[in-house]
Every structure is written in C-alpha cells, then in structure tokens.
C-alpha cells in the first residue's frame, strides 16, 4: 500500500501565511528593519522633534499657539490660566503628557530663552538661573504681538488642514507666519539619524537682508552678511570669529563662539572690579557663579577677592571684586 504525500508549495519572501496567531508575511529582516527605521525616523523628525522651516515651529509648540488662538487669548485679551490653556492642548491636539505641553509653552514666554517670545506670561515663569517655573495652575498666559504675525490670516484658507489625533478636530500643519520665525526665534532639535542647531537672529537685519535679496535675486552670502551681521542672542553676549559665522552661513555647518560681556570700574578705594552684565545664551548664571567660586577654592584660578551676583529684574550684574595685587 502507497501512501500519497502532498508537499506544500513553498512561498515566496512576501507571501502571507496562515499562522495560528494571525497573518504573517515573510520578508528578509533586512528590509524590515530598513523599513521600519525610516519610518520610525520620518515620524520623529515630522511629528516631533525637527521644526517646519516655513514657520519655525515644532508640532508642539503649533498646537499651543494654535490653541491660544482658536480660546481667543490674542494679544488684546484677558490673561487665562495655563491650566485651562494645557488642558484644552492636550484634549484636542497633543496628547502626550502635560508636562511636555506646559514646558514647552513656558519657553515661549521665557526672555532669556526665545529672541521674540510669542507668549506673553504672567507669574513665576522661570529664571537664566535655572528656576523652574511655578505649576500651570498659579501662572496665566495669552499669544505676544508677534504672534499675531504668524497666525494671521490663518482662517483664510492660507494653509492646509488636518484632521487631529482622533478625529474631531482639525489642526493646521502649518502657519501663515508672515515672519521668517525660523532665523527669528533660532531652534534646537534632535532626532533619528540627524540634528540641528540654529541660533536666533535681529528681525530688523534680517528684514533688511530679505529687501535687499528681492532686489538682487543673486546675491550671496557675503552680500547678506552685510546686513545680518551674526546671530542676536536674547541673553546678549560678545560674538567672536567673523569667518566661522560666514561658513557657518554658506555651509550650514560651523559653531558660534560667545563669552560675557564685562566692564572694568574702579571704587573710591582703588580696588578694581569686573562687572558681568550679559552672559552668552542658554548659559546657567547660578551654575556659572558656583563653577567660578569652585576655581577660586581650588586656586585655579587666582586674585580674587570675593564674587557676588547682583543680578535683578533690571538684568544681569555679576561682581567680581580683585585683590590689590
């Protein structure tokens, strides 16, 4: 007696399967995971971490200002209550955790942070110190003036629409922003596979150099770099290496070097002192107070007689008092 054995056809790489656990496709690993990192990666620098050159703007910080104005707090409103302006983020638009949405909103409000700011807070927002700020249920906010700039015109139909994360709302993907906000403001980001770094800029010069580049379609970098002269750090600062700008500028690769900007008095005694009035940006003042102490303590760095920081609401003013010899 014979027995008759059908063999199964064998499949191809991408045909599906049937499995007790469901539909299973056979691909090379390779390919998959060449897949599914491109497009874990396009979804971070899209959706999160990597900023829309045409406004400047992240997801995140789109969906507050579009929040604040869709309640109505423009520039000419009442304040409202972070609280209520987090909470209406979240539930229509980004949910992804308070935290990240109120941190982010209180950037925007921050002088030491943003060129322009485009939120106007009230209450404890934070310090160049490091303070954090106050919980979202004490501080209130509403758009600043120049925010106005970005959004306006956006119910014209100016820019496209989408629906938002559940699909009862919709969200625009970008802004009309009559500003170039992107040079304006500067941004930071990291995400899968690539980075970037821009620092913030004067609007006046950089208003300028676009008048200056409708009327000379050609020009090059050298030419608007006659009238953008480097970046404007919100915390001020000295700006060194004119050239590393320049390639910076041509190249899109290149670094910024800053240091404090100071002065030299002398008091009645005859006892000098330097005097710190700006800092370079995103620099810790209360950290960089400590770190100075902690050579002097160390005898790294010698002849000085004593450091305070008398900084107030009126800016920076870091005292470092010298030894008569």
Not at 62 to 76: C, E, F, N, S, T
Not at 228 to 251: M, S
Request: aromatic letters at 6%; charged letters at 25%.
């Amino acid at each position: 007696m014979k027995r008759i054995i059908k063999s199964k056809p064998k499949l191809e790489s991408n045909e599906i399967s049937a499995n007790p656990i469901g539909r299973l496709i056979n691909q090379p690993i390779v390919t998959e995971v060449q897949n599914s990192y491109l497009d874990y990666a396009m979804s971070v620098i899209i959706s999160r971490a990597l900023p829309d050159v045409r406004d400047g703007l992240k997801p995140v910080h789109r969906r507050i200002l579009y929040a604040m104005w869709h309640m109505g707090l423009k520039p000419q409103a009442k304040l409202k209550k972070s609280a209520t302006i987090v909470g209406e983020v979240l539930g229509k638009y980004h949910p992804h955790g308070d935290t990240a949405v109120y941190d982010s909103m209180v950037r925007m409000a921050q002088e030491f942070s943003l060129r322009y700011p485009l939120v106007h807070g009230q209450g404890n927002y934070g310090s160049v110190d490091g303070d954090s700020a106050a919980a979202y249920r004490y501080t209130e906010a509403k758009l600043a003036h120049i925010s106005e700039e970005i959004l306006t015109d956006i119910e014209r139909d100016t820019v496209n629409f989408v629906p938002n994360y559940d699909g009862m709302h919709l969200e625009p993907t970008v802004f009309p922003a009559r500003l170039p906000n992107l040079l304006l403001n500067g941004t930071m980001g990291i995400a899968v596979g690539m980075a970037t770094s821009i620092p913030p800029h004067n609007l006046g010069e950089l208003c300028s150099a676009i008048n200056h580049l409708i009327e000379h379609p050609d020009a090059d970098v050298e030419d608007l770099t006659e009238f953008v002269k480097g970046p404007d750090f919100p915390t001020g600062g000295i700006i060194y290496d004119k050239k590393e700008i320049t390639q910076a500028y041509a190249t899109g690769r290149g670094r910024v070097v800053t240091r404090a900007k100071t002065e030299i008095v002398e008091d009645k005694n005859g006892l000098y002192k330097i005097i710190v009035h700006e800092i370079p940006y995103q620099i810790n003042k209360a950290t960089l107070v400590e770190k100075i102490a902690d050579l002097v303590h160390e005898k790294k760095i010698e002849g000085i007689k004593d450091l305070r920081d008398e900084s107030n609401k009126d800016g920076v003013r870091i005292v470092i008092e010298l030894k008569k010899d």
